[in-house]
């Protein structure tokens, strides 16, 4: 059996069961792992069969609680190595730079600083370079360690420890890459990763295939670029985003600046935009059309619902293109094929 959960879907977490054979996929862990696996529960699916997790990009929304979730499970992560990167980069900032990353860095601003000196040919009388730009000061990821921080670093390169395993917030069981337009596996599921516009690192949609069902997943996208069109075609479910009603948008609560980006062509999709898609782009030829990540400060559900009914209206039918809304705050039912 295939079965599809939506955990949640919004600006303030996604998650996404599918399962097919043997092999169960959570899509993103955007809640903390407590609340993904109290959903999880209620939607009768057990968070200890989950074989993996895999990610669509490191917005906070998508990746809050995935190092817990993964490292509890004790389950492999796949990424593209870009959204690894991001992810890191997002988790260990600079002020939480390791002790051997702070101890490189004071030796390269030194020569730098040297380099300097010597072609000024002024004489050297500088301050303990290490210490000088970094008003946060040296690795703050393990207060005891910092404690007894020497005072001139380069002199002990021998002390220089990267943190254990469990003092690096990054650490995971294991990490698998992909690439968008390469298909892979994992277990039962074969999943076909493809590029959307949004302002990521690198971030990807899914159709994943299992049992001969295929399922759509594209939520996070400014537009639909010619690719993704492509991509979403014989699918026996599509969820798909309807981020926001456009005048809702334009008068709503958002800064300016947010505004531009939510409107940018590496935002995210409008109802009309979503519906537009539909009417003119979609196959048909899906069972069940899921609309996820609704805004809930620029978006009403009945709004998206009447956009996508509108454009869907000429293909209903009692088996085909029924339309569901993916909530933010409840997990969806389980849908089986
Ligand atoms: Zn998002
Ligand atoms: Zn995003």
């Known amino acids: 059996m295939v079965r599809f959960t939506v955990l949640a879907s919004g600006s303030k977490g996604n998650s996404a069961v599918v399962s097919g054979g043997r092999t169960r996929i959570l899509i993103d862990a955007g809640l903390s792992c407590r609340e993904l696996f109290r959903r999880m529960k209620l939607a009768g699916e057990d968070p200890r069969t989950l074989d993996a997790i895999v990610i669509t990009h490191e917005h906070q929304d998508h990746i809050n609680g995935l190092a817990v979730t993964a490292r509890k499970l004790g389950i492999p992560v796949y990424f593209t190595e870009a959204t690894h990167r991001a992810?890191?980069?997002?988790?260990?900032?600079?002020?939480?730079?390791?002790?051997?990353?702070?101890?490189?860095?004071?030796?390269r601003q030194q020569a730098e600083r040297q380099a300097e000196i010597d072609s000024a040919a002024v004489p050297g009388d500088h301050e303990d370079p290490g210490l000088e730009n970094e008003s946060a000061g040296p690795a703050v990821d393990a207060p005891a360690k910092s404690a007894g921080t020497p005072a001139k670093p380069a002199e002990e390169p021998h002390e220089a420890q990267s943190p254990g395993l469990k003092d690096d917030?990054?650490?995971?069981?294991?990490?698998?890459?992909?690439?968008?337009g390469q298909p892979f596996s994992i277990g039962d599921i074969d999943l076909s990763p493809f590029t959307i516009p949004h302002d990521a690192a690198?971030?990807?949609?899914?159709?994943?295939s299992t049992e001969g069902i295929r399922l759509g997943f594209v939520t996070d996208l400014g537009y639909i670029t010619p690719n993704v069109r492509a991509q979403l075609k014989r699918l026996d479910l599509l969820l798909?985003?309807?981020?926001?009603?456009?005048?809702?948008?334009?008068?709503?609560?958002?800064?300016w600046q947010v505004k531009q980006r939510v409107l940018s062509r590496v935002g995210h999709l409008s109802n009309a935009a979503a519906a537009e898609f539909l009417a003119d782009n979609y196959d048909g030829h899906a069972a069940y059309v899921i609309l996820g990540h609704l805004s809930e400060s620029n978006n009403l559900p009945d709004l998206a619902r009447v956009a996508a009914e509108r454009a869907l209206a000429p293909r209903v039918s009692l088996l085909t293109n029924r339309l569901i809304l993916a909530s933010q705050h409840e997990p969806l039912f389980p849908i089986d094929f």
Request: aromatic share 18%; net charge negative.
């Open 202 to 208: 690198d971030p990807v949609g899914f159709v994943f």
């Open 169 to 180: 917030p990054a650490w995971l069981p294991a990490v698998e890459y992909f690439e968008a």
């Open 87 to 107: 992810w890191m980069r997002w988790l260990t900032p600079r002020r939480l730079m390791t002790y051997a990353q702070w101890l490189e860095q004071c030796r």
């Open 240 to 255: 798909l985003e309807s981020n926001h009603d456009l005048e809702m948008l334009r008068d709503g609560p958002y800064p």
